[in-house]
């Protein structure tokens, strides 16, 4: 019998909206609220913007994180998305941050964390 200690998703954003990938505030702001109507909790946030373009970014949550990195000029972003708490609705979040990056599509991954087995000795 195994047991995760946590979901990792891993998502990759295509066909986004250029201009929606340049604005660290409304990507910060929009990311919180996303977080906050899927059950999150926030503890603190970084958004740092790169000369000429594109964003990294993280938000804290109690149940883990957020992190966001785009490439404007591509029209793409990465994030992914770890929480060891079974309240985080991962797959409605995915769905939020997709609107939010007004992406075509995406391709999503899911990963098990910290699996430990309970009959290894």
């Not at 060891?84 to 990056?101: F, H, M, N, T, W």
Request: aromatic share 10%; with cysteine; charged share 20%.
């Amino acid at each position: 019998m195994t047991k995760a200690l946590g979901q990792h998703m891993l998502i990759d954003y295509f066909d986004c909206d250029s201009l929606s990938l340049r604005d660290t505030k409304v990507l910060e702001a929009a990311f919180k609220a996303a977080i906050l109507e899927v059950g999150g909790t926030i503890v603190t946030s970084i958004f740092h913007t790169f000369s000429p373009y594109g964003i990294s970014g993280i938000v804290v949550i109690s149940e883990s994180h957020v992190a966001l990195h785009t490439w404007p000029e591509k029209n793409i972003a990465s994030v992914d998305i770890f929480s060891c708490s079974s309240k985080l609705d991962l797959d409605q979040l995915a769905v939020l941050i997709k609107k939010i990056l007004k992406s075509g599509y995406h391709n999503q991954r899911l990963f098990e964390r910290g699996i430990h087995f309970s009959n290894c000795a």
